[in-house]
């Protein structure tokens, strides 16, 4: 079995995907501790799938053998860099519930609280993210970016404006699409 089958095989059974998602959660968490420990949260919610893109693009380029790759199928390593991200974002909220034993909560408002934290009140986070788990539960196409809106401009932080309660509105649709399997628009 040589290099490119093996790559092939992984990519086949989608543990490429599940292991760069892994690696992205660690990679995530040690700049939260150290280099980005600072830097404000609503960065730090974009963090996974930024790097997450990264590392697809350059597992992508290493699996072809072919930088070029990346520009004839940009589109396909951005979904693929998406789809990492949610994952990885499913990743740390599985371990803050199940290995730091924090207070139990659904999987779903699990990632869009850590999508939401530094957006919304401290105070009102839990909440937030129950509701809009509850406004998606049955509406992830439709109008559900803009229940989801909505709701955080309830729960908005003081410096949160518009355009970024817009934006993370579209992002949480986005993660819970690509989690139960429908395509990100």
Same mark, same amino acid.
């Given at each position: ?7 092939? =095989?992984?990519? =086949? ?12 959660? /660690?990679? /995530? ?8 420990? =600072?830097?404000? %949260? ?13 590392? @697809? ?34 990743? @740390?909220?599985?371990? !803050? ?32 993210? %129950? ?5 998606? %539960?049955?509406?992830? =196409?439709?109008?559900?970016? %803009? ?16 355009? !970024? ?21």
């Amino acid at each position: 079995m040589d290099f490119l089958t093996i790559i092939d =095989n992984l990519t =086949n059974y989608g543990v490429d995907i599940a292991t760069i998602s892994a690696i992205t959660c /660690v990679i /995530v968490q040690i700049l939260k501790r150290t280099l980005l420990k =600072n830097c404000p %949260k609503k960065v730090i919610t974009f963090l996974p799938f930024v790097i997450g893109t990264i590392l @697809y693009a350059v597992f992508a380029a290493v699996a072809h053998l072919d930088i070029g790759y990346l520009l004839t199928d940009l589109p396909y390593v951005c979904e693929r860099g998406f789809t990492i991200g949610a994952l990885s974002t499913v990743l @740390y909220v599985l371990y !803050e519930q199940l290995i730091r034993e924090r207070e139990q909560t659904g999987v779903t408002e699990g990632v869009i609280a850590a999508l939401i934290e530094g957006y919304v009140t401290q105070e009102g986070a839990a909440d937030a993210a %129950k509701r809009i788990a509850e406004a998606l %539960k049955d509406d992830l =196409n439709g109008d559900g970016a %803009k229940l989801a809106a909505d709701i955080l401009k309830e729960y908005a932080a003081e410096d949160t404006d518009q355009i !970024e309660i817009e934006a993370v509105s579209k992002v949480i649709v986005d993660t819970l699409k690509s989690l139960t399997g429908q395509s990100a628009q």
